[in-house]
């Protein structure tokens, strides 16, 4: 039997095609019957093109009802995969072309100079234009072609897609997934998140990386779910449409953006029924206001592009603040300490985790996967934490964030609690900089509150540091700034902070 995952999909389509599957911002309804008319369509565009299976496609498009279109085709047409980000520039753009190798990028009018050039250098055979409205030659390719496409068989050892992570200790990395990967994650979130029929979903993220395409995307396809299908998120509309949804995903920027709605209260969610918050923390004052306000607690969960999701807040247990929660069903999940050893419960130690979710490795970097990987088959995170009594998983950080001073571990995320529990301070990161005589010293990075009466001094938050923690955690150096640097997912770019500031 075939496992290619979009079979697996339409198996749980609703029985009628006119039920919806996207609602667009211009009142258009996308029905589930014209994503499988739609997919056909481009799924023998590519094979007329001489894509054949496990060939890669790529697309650094806008986000639209083509780009998805584009994506199911591609799985129907047993091919591999590959979203790039918008933003990537020139010299990403080489990289991951020159590595993946793929027979067809798509890519937006107004970088199809560059992205026919690039595609050149790579040998990549076929470029094709989509626009962010999703018109474009791609469109109008697709549309020549037949409706119907026998999906081609794939094992579920294939690959279904390469994602290619941020690459900020280096050039950046294939994470091959395979449709065993990406079907037993969906359908793992699936149960234990608890959808149902009639959920209706705002999706409000980008669908480039693994949190808005392979988490909040699949979730709906699986479940059979209206999407409002949002190309980008506005906080006003994002909050107009909660009435009329029972499910939304999102990043901790989008949770702070919808606070600062005067129309954000409990009758504006009363059909909502959970609201999940991933790629960066959340802040404690965030997840406590959120519930003020609304009534509901933000499930926080964890993950990574190598995998999917890995641990999650119960759906109808207890949701702590400031964790993860437990491991999720199939995953296995562990803390180890320097010795090779589990750490014991509160002690931080690096994150690992095995699963049939786990990515199958690095594109044509067998010594990486290797080297990333457990004797035991377990795969090395990089990310710090703890593990409480009963398995509820904190992160500390990055091990790259890691802080050694005088030969002592520093985890930053303790000296950021402290700092963001400040009055007049809204954000900070703690990063190390290179220092003559300790290896490296302690500097917080902090954004003060724009409105606050009184704005804390570098000597404030120095104290503040010293009362609460070991004299060797309180930072050599403060900086204020306006804004903290983010990736797409909301995280907090310390790399960039550390060169700044160097």
């Not at 639209?64 to 010299?91: E, H, I, T, W």
């Not at 999102?250 to 009363?270: Q, S």
Request: overall charge neutral; hydrophobic content about 40%; charged content about 20%.
């Amino acid at each position: 039997m075939s496992q290619n995952l979009y079979a697996q999909f339409e198996e749980r389509f609703p029985h009628d095609d006119g039920a919806p599957a996207m609602a667009l911002p211009d009142g258009r309804i996308v029905p589930y019957g014209e994503l499988k008319v739609q997919s056909a369509r481009y799924a023998n565009l590519l094979v007329s093109l001489g894509a054949k299976p496990g060939d890669r496609i790529a697309a650094q498009v806008e986000k639209s009802p083509c780009a998805v279109f584009l994506y199911l085709g591609a799985l129907r047409a047993g091919c591999v995969f590959l979203p790039m980000n918008p933003a990537y520039q020139s010299g990403e753009l080489a990289h991951l072309l020159g590595d993946a190798r793929p027979h067809v990028f798509v890519v937006r009018p107004q970088a199809a100079a560059q992205g026919r050039e690039l595609a050149a250098q790579a040998a990549v055979p076929h470029v094709l234009e989509l626009s962010d409205d999703g018109e474009g030659e791609l469109a109008v390719a697709a549309a020549q072609h037949a409706p119907r496409f026998a999906t081609i068989s794939r094992s579920a050892d294939d690959l279904a897609a390469i994602l290619y992570t941020s690459g900020t200790t280096g050039r950046a990395k294939g994470a091959m997934l395979t449709h065993r990967n990406l079907g037993i994650g969906v359908s793992t979130l699936h149960k234990f998140w608890g959808f149902k029929p009639g959920d209706v979903l705002l999706h409000i993220l980008p669908i480039y990386h693994f949190h808005g395409l392979f988490v909040t995307l699949h979730c709906a396809l699986w479940n059979g779910s209206a999407m409002w299908f949002e190309p980008k998120f506005d906080a006003k509309r994002a909050v107009a449409l909660l009435p009329r949804s029972t499910v939304c995903m999102g990043v901790p920027t989008h949770y702070v953006r919808m606070l600062a709605e005067p129309g954000l209260n409990p009758e504006a969610c009363r059909e909502m029924r959970l609201f999940i918050s991933g790629s960066a923390p959340l802040l404690p004052d965030i997840f406590n206001a959120f519930r003020e306000r609304t009534g509901h607690t933000i499930l926080e969960r964890y993950g990574m592009t190598e995998g999917g999701m890995f641990a999650s807040n119960p759906y109808g247990g207890e949701r702590r603040c400031g964790t993860v929660g437990q491991a999720l069903p199939g995953v296995s999940l562990r803390v180890m300490n320097g010795e090779g050893q589990a750490a014991a419960p509160g002690v931080t130690g690096q994150i690992e985790v095995k699963g049939d979710n786990v990515f199958a490795g690095y594109w044509r970097l067998p010594e990486k996967t290797a080297e990333e990987h457990t004797a035991d088959g377990y795969f090395k995170t990089g990310d710090l934490g703890q593990l409480s009594k009963n398995g509820y998983l904190t992160i500390v950080g990055r091990d790259k964030d890691l802080i050694i001073s005088g030969g002592l571990n520093i985890y930053p995320k303790e000296i950021e609690e402290v700092i963001d529990a400040l009055a007049g301070v809204r954000e900070s990161a703690v990063i190390g900089l290179k220092h003559p005589d300790f290896g490296e010293a302690v500097a917080a990075i902090v954004v003060r509150e724009a409105a606050a009466v009184s704005q804390p001094q570098a000597e404030e938050v120095v104290q503040a540091v010293k009362s609460r923690l070991a004299s060797f955690k309180v930072p050599k150096s403060v900086y204020f700034v306006d804004d903290l640097p983010r990736n797409a997912m909301g995280k907090v770019q310390k790399n960039l902070l550390r060169e700044r500031f160097a």
